[in-house]
């Protein structure tokens, strides 16, 4: 997982500025004021801006408490469809806004992380992902959802595997 490379689409979608993210809020809550639309995408901005931080954290108390082979394949998946330019809401076309899909990912994917029996970081990521929720069509959301368990299922088949190997003799 690189974080630099993250940091740098965060950065290339900023350098078009903060208009079409802003526009994106307008189309999606039409009844929001103007100041309401720029509160909601300097909050939006604040949240995609903390995804390098979050993953960095997350894999640094994986690491800590020697989890980072079950973690780092979630938190690779998340940074790798963070990276990809061609996603749900692409980033290319739509800059800030095409980061939206990108950003609730990784929070849900962390999120599904503090479900286990002892929080990874014990975050609190249920208003950042309700604002999210809020500004992706429904669909896109549930696609999400569905590609952040699917990730969760891929690393419990992956560990049920290397269980099942050490269980036999070679």
Known sequence: MNLDDIQAVIES????????????????????????VRETGDVVLEVIESVPVLLARAQQE????????????????AANYFMRPVDL????????AGLIDDTYLVFRMLQNL???PEKLVAWDLEDPLR????????????QLDAIALMAMQ????HLAELWSRMGHPA
């Open 154 to 157: 891929e690393v419990e088949n």
């Open 114 to 116: 503090e479900k286990g």
């Open 131 to 142: 604002l999210l929720d809020r500004l992706l069509e429904r669909k896109t959301a549930r």
């Open 62 to 77: 994986a690491r800590d408490r020697n989890l980072l082979p079950v973690v780092a394949p979630l938190l690779d998946h």
């Open 89 to 96: 809401m692409p980033e290319m076309t739509q800059g800030l």
């Open 13 to 36: 979608a900023k350098s078009r500025g903060t208009g079409s993210l802003e526009r994106f809020v307008r189309e999606r809550i039409p009844e929001a004021t103007e100041d309401e």
